[in-house]
């Protein structure tokens, strides 16, 4: 299996702004003229978190910072968390000599303030080591959303953009193993921002959750984004499932159920090419309303996913509660394949209890050939994730098909 979008450019921080955060003067000048060797200009340095954030004011458009743990004044770890809330959204590199398990953590806790990470380089730090975190996928500007306006945006702000047709989605598609046939897209649904470009859904999502009645409509437009576009894939012989996720908040509505039932009857899209995601670590606040929608919506055709699956707390919990048929493995466990027996044995026992479960199992994340094949090997049933294709406005997946066909086997 070949990437079908491979990267044209040979050196991969070519034209990139970068900083480099590490306290030994001899390992940061080291690891600055390691990066203008792979195309940066001359980064911008600092010796701990608090020069890093001093210098992200002065600075605040940069796509790539590494970043040392362990650092007088203020450590890596107190830096991602400080960044990530004054809303800097560069990519990460972790420049480390801890062990895996703190460098997993610190990957999922970035993660969950919305920073991705690319990647760890154990010191000490050698070129090949860093050329090989930054070229694989993702990375910089690879059609990642733009970074998150300073300072949070209200609600006034997205029900505006909500009013005035500013919300789309990109669909990500997922492939089968056997075949590598293209089952099923998600819709990732993103915000063309009149002033600050396109924006990911972490830029404006905990913010509309906070509102159940602007979360709901945005659900719905989503709806009608998606009805759309498969209505366009099916006059030209495209018919693939689309899932969307559901927010906590709404599924804790009563009757939201019946929004959606109306709304999909409106937009005449057929329940069987629709699946509902409901993130597993997401806080449930009323289990009867919860269980009632999914159960509604269950029983009247549309598959159910559970998303991230096993990094939240409730996991089996959720799985004899809901009546899901499709299991999500976390990119967290997929980018710790193949070599990590760790991470092997989780995907092997997820993908073996979705087979008991008669769950179809979806791996989220694989982003090199390694991954696919390990994940093929273990029987997981579809796959999505850069190494496959990224996601992309919906007018060009038929393109991809086309073009993903003598690629993929």
Request: glycine letters at 10%.
């Given at each position: 299996?070949?990437?079908?979008?491979?990267?044209?450019?040979?050196?991969?921080?070519?034209?990139?702004?970068?900083?480099?955060?590490?306290?030994?003067?001899?390992?940061?000048?080291?690891?600055?003229?390691?990066?203008?060797?792979?195309?940066?200009?001359?980064?911008?340095?600092?010796?701990?978190?608090?020069?890093?954030?001093?210098?992200?004011?002065?600075?605040?458009?940069?796509?790539?910072?590494?970043?040392?743990?362990?650092?007088?004044?203020?450590?890596?770890?107190?830096?991602?968390?400080?960044?990530?809330?004054?809303?800097?959204?560069?990519?990460?590199?972790?420049?480390?000599?801890?062990?895996?398990?703190?460098?997993?953590?610190?990957?999922?806790?970035?993660?969950?303030?919305?920073?991705?990470?690319?990647?760890?380089?154990?010191?000490?730090?050698?070129?090949?080591?860093?050329?090989?975190?930054?070229?694989?996928?993702?990375?910089?500007?690879?059609?990642a959303p733009a970074p998150a306006p300073q300072g949070e945006i209200g609600l006034d702000e997205i029900r505006k953009g909500l009013r005035d047709?500013?919300?789309?989605?990109?669909?990500?598609?997922?492939?089968?193993?056997?075949?590598?046939?293209?089952?099923?897209?998600?819709?990732?649904?993103?915000?063309?921002?009149?002033?600050?470009?396109?924006?990911?859904?972490?830029?404006?999502?905990?913010?509309?959750?906070?509102?159940?009645?602007?979360?709901?409509?945005?659900?719905?437009?989503?709806?009608?984004?998606?009805?759309?576009?498969?209505?366009?894939w099916n006059t030209r012989g495209l018919k693939v499932e689309v899932s969307v996720n559901l927010s906590a908040q709404s599924l804790s509505e009563?009757?939201?159920?019946?929004?959606?039932?109306?709304?999909?009857?409106?937009?005449?899209?057929?329940?069987?090419?629709?699946?509902?995601?409901?993130?597993?670590?997401?806080?449930?606040?009323?289990?009867?309303?919860?269980?009632?929608?999914?159960?509604?919506?269950?029983?009247?055709?549309?598959?159910?996913?559970?998303?991230?699956?096993?990094?939240?707390?409730?996991?089996?919990?959720?799985?004899?509660?809901?009546?899901?048929?499709?299991?999500?493995?976390?990119?967290?466990?997929?980018?710790?394949?193949?070599?990590?027996?760790?991470?092997?044995?989780?995907?092997?026992?997820?993908?073996?209890?979705?087979?008991?479960?008669?769950?179809?199992?979806?791996?989220?994340?694989?982003?090199?050939?390694?991954?696919?094949?390990?994940?093929?090997?273990?029987?997981?049933?579809?796959?999505?994730?850069?190494?496959?294709?990224?996601?992309?406005?919906?007018?060009?997946?038929?393109?991809?098909?086309?073009?993903?066909?003598?690629?993929?086997?």
């Amino acid at each position: 299996m070949t990437d079908p979008t491979p990267a044209s450019v040979s050196l991969p921080l070519a034209g990139r702004v970068v900083m480099v955060v590490e306290d030994s003067v001899i390992q940061r000048t080291h690891l600055a003229g390691l990066v203008v060797e792979l195309g940066a200009p001359a980064p911008l340095e600092a010796a701990n978190g608090l020069e890093a954030l001093a210098q992200l004011e002065r600075a605040p458009v940069i796509d790539l910072i590494l970043t040392d743990l362990e650092m007088p004044g203020m450590d890596g770890v107190t830096f991602i968390g400080e960044m990530a809330s004054r809303g800097y959204r560069p990519e990460l590199i972790i420049v480390s000599s801890q062990e895996q398990n703190v460098l997993r953590s610190v990957r999922l806790m970035a993660a969950t303030f919305g920073l991705p990470v690319a990647g760890f380089v154990q010191k000490p730090i050698f070129r090949e080591d860093l050329a090989k975190v930054l070229s694989g996928p993702p990375f910089l500007g690879r059609s990642a959303p733009a970074p998150a306006p300073q300072g949070e945006i209200g609600l006034d702000e997205i029900r505006k953009g909500l009013r005035d047709g500013e919300f789309l989605c990109f669909f990500q598609p997922q492939v089968t193993f056997q075949g590598a046939h293209l089952k099923g897209v998600e819709a990732l649904v993103r915000w063309r921002h009149p002033r600050s470009g396109m924006l990911g859904p972490g830029a404006f999502l905990p913010q509309a959750e906070a509102d159940p009645d602007l979360m709901s409509g945005l659900t719905l437009h989503v709806l009608e984004f998606v009805a759309r576009q498969w209505q366009g894939w099916n006059t030209r012989g495209l018919k693939v499932e689309v899932s969307v996720n559901l927010s906590a908040q709404s599924l804790s509505e009563p009757a939201f159920a019946d929004r959606i039932l109306a709304k999909v009857a409106e937009l005449d899209l057929p329940p069987r090419f629709l699946v509902f995601e409901m993130t597993e670590s997401a806080s449930v606040s009323n289990l009867g309303h919860t269980l009632s929608n999914l159960n509604r919506l269950r029983m009247r055709g549309f598959g159910l996913s559970i998303d991230d699956f096993g990094t939240g707390f409730a996991t089996f919990e959720q799985l004899e509660r809901i009546p899901f048929t499709e299991l999500k493995v976390d990119q967290s466990i997929t980018r710790g394949l193949p070599g990590s027996e760790r991470h092997a044995i989780l995907a092997r026992n997820m993908i073996r209890m979705a087979k008991d479960l008669r769950l179809t199992s979806v791996a989220e994340g694989i982003e090199t050939q390694a991954q696919w094949d390990a994940l093929k090997a273990l029987g997981c049933d579809r796959g999505q994730g850069y190494f496959l294709g990224r996601p992309m406005p919906g007018a060009q997946l038929k393109d991809w098909v086309l073009a993903a066909r003598s690629h993929l086997k």
